[in-house]
């Protein structure tokens, strides 16, 4: 659908608080910028809680909004699970 903003929420796994350390925190906000800028979406903005995130994306017409979600935590999962 375009011109949608939706509100996302993404736990994460086993509910683990990761995005207490600095350092995961700012992997994602890295990865969510990787991705916007690969994918085309718009991101109007987000939260970074201890162990789960916030978004505000509207998708690009070529994907639908769980293809994002998709591409987004699949980056941060396999950069996070690299540095760990």
């Known amino acids: 659908m375009e011109n949608r ?9 086993g509910n683990k608080k990761i995005f207490k350390q600095d350092k995961n925190c700012w ?3 890295k990865i969510l ?3 916007k800028e690969k994918y085309g979406f718009k991101s109007y903005g987000y939260v970074v ?7 505000l994306i ?14 987004i935590k699949g980056n941060f ?8």
């Open 5 to 13: 903003i939706y509100f996302v929420t993404a736990k994460t796994f």
């Open 33 to 35: 910028q990787e991705c």
């Open 27 to 29: 992997l994602f906000v």
């Open 49 to 55: 809680m201890p162990d789960h995130v916030h978004l």
């Open 58 to 71: 509207e998708p690009d017409t070529g994907m639908n909004i769980s293809e994002v979600v998709h591409r």
């Open 77 to 84: 999962a396999y950069q996070y699970l690299k540095t760990t």
